[in-house]
Structure formats: structure tokens, C-alpha cells
């Protein structure tokens, strides 16, 4: 059990690309941790337990990484030199932060205007540059191998995701409430 550590895709048998089989990923961290279970070491000496324990967090983590596909981009950019976020990283283009600013003020106005079409649309809009975003990182990534286009994508899809959460956050249950 104490081979050296390996990348978060060779622990689970994957080739190291963005597209990859979510139910072959499951299979593989099943089949990890049903060897590195630290429950499999009970009877086992301290330094086994340990390195079990060790073993067993790992695994959660690059199937944490692995099964989210911005995680994944991410990772798969940082694995070839380019940071996504911290000094290094880039800035985000002048047009996405405009497309920014234009839907942080278009939900600032749904709750404002309690208007549930409105949120439904806005909805839409991010789900739809979502997918287009992951097409893109799927080509940067396995097609043209752009790791730092992919890291701005990343950099942009963490915007895209959180604020789809904020879109569910605010959900029509917040709307139906009276104005004041």
C-alpha cells in the first residue's frame, strides 16, 4: 500500500481527458475503495490503517475532481502547467465580464420585479452557455489540447455554475412572496 501517488485519472484506470464515462468513473472508485477501505484494515497495524485512511481520501478526492466536469478542466490544465486561479491566472475578457454585469443586473431586476418569466428565461440563457461552455472545454481540452483557452473557459464556467445557483437560490418560491 505505499506505492507512490498517483494522477487522479491513472488511480482509477482513465486516460487523462476532459470527456470521459461518468458510470465508468463510478465503477473504478468503487472498485478502489472497496481495496482501500480503512474498514478493510481494522485488524491491521497502525502504519496500514493509516495509510488506508491516506489511500481512502484520495480516492474521494480525485473522484470528487473527476466528477465534476469543471473540476476535471481544471485539473487537466494545472496537470500542464496552467494555473486557473491565483496571480498567474488570467483575467477574464472585457466581453464575458460585460455578459456578467448584464445578468447580475437582469436578476437583480427578477427579484425586484418578482417577475417568474423572466427568471425562467434567465434560466434558460445560463443553462444554454453552460452546455456551449462544456463543448468548449471538450474541444480545448482532448481536440486542441489549448490549456490555457481552457483555463480562461474553466475560469468562466465557475462564474456560469455559481451563478446558476444563485438562479435556483432565488427560485419562484422567493417570487410568489409580497412585496413589502
Same mark, same amino acid.
Given at each position: 500500500?505505499?506505492?507512490?501517488? /498517483? &494522477?487522479? @485519472?491513472?488511480?482509477? %484506470?482513465?486516460?487523462? *481527458?476532459? +470527456?470521459?464515462d461518468?458510470?465508468?468513473l463510478?465503477?473504478?472508485y468503487?472498485?478502489?475503495q472497496?481495496?482501500?477501505? /480503512? &474498514?478493510? @484494515?481494522?485488524?491491521? %497495524?497502525?502504519?496500514? *490503517?493509516? +495509510?488506508a485512511l491516506?489511500?481512502?481520501?484520495?480516492?474521494?478526492?480525485?473522484?470528487?475532481?473527476?466528477?465534476s466536469?469543471?473540476?476535471r478542466?481544471?485539473?487537466?490544465?494545472?496537470?500542464?502547467?496552467?494555473?486557473?486561479?491565483?496571480?498567474?491566472a488570467?483575467?477574464?475578457?472585457?466581453?464575458?465580464?460585460g455578459?456578467?454585469?448584464?445578468?447580475?443586473?437582469e436578476?437583480?431586476?427578477?427579484?425586484n420585479?418578482?417577475?417568474?418569466?423572466r427568471?425562467?428565461?434567465?434560466?434558460?440563457?445560463?443553462?444554454?452557455?453552460h452546455?456551449?461552455?462544456?463543448?468548449?472545454?471538450?474541444?480545448q481540452?482532448?481536440?486542441?489540447r489549448?490549456?490555457?483557452?481552457?483555463?480562461?473557459g474553466?475560469?468562466?464556467?465557475?462564474?456560469?455554475?455559481?451563478?446558476?445557483q444563485?438562479?435556483?437560490?432565488?427560485?419562484?418560491?422567493?417570487?410568489?412572496?409580497?412585496?413589502?
Open positions: 500500500m505505499s506505492a507512490p501517488i /498517483p &494522477d487522479h @485519472f491513472s488511480l482509477f %484506470g482513465l486516460e487523462p *481527458r476532459f +470527456a470521459l461518468a458510470e465508468r463510478a465503477r473504478a468503487r472498485t478502489v472497496a481495496h482501500v477501505h /480503512p &474498514d478493510r @484494515f481494522v485488524a491491521a %497495524g497502525a502504519s496500514e *490503517r493509516r +495509510a491516506q489511500w481512502a481520501t484520495l480516492a474521494n478526492e480525485a473522484y470528487r475532481v473527476l466528477n466536469p469543471v473540476r478542466a481544471a485539473y487537466l490544465c494545472e496537470r500542464h502547467g496552467v494555473p486557473v486561479s491565483g496571480e498567474s488570467r483575467a477574464l475578457s472585457p466581453d464575458f465580464l455578459l456578467q454585469l448584464e445578468w447580475r443586473q436578476l437583480e431586476q427578477v427579484r420585479e418578482a417577475d417568474s418569466q427568471l425562467s428565461a434567465l434560466r434558460s440563457k445560463a443553462a444554454a452557455c452546455l456551449q461552455g462544456l463543448r468548449d472545454l471538450e474541444t481540452l482532448d481536440v486542441d489549448d490549456f490555457a483557452g481552457a483555463a480562461d474553466v475560469r468562466r464556467m465557475m462564474f456560469i455554475e455559481k451563478f446558476i444563485e438562479l435556483e437560490a432565488t427560485g419562484d418560491a422567493t417570487l410568489a412572496a409580497p412585496a413589502a
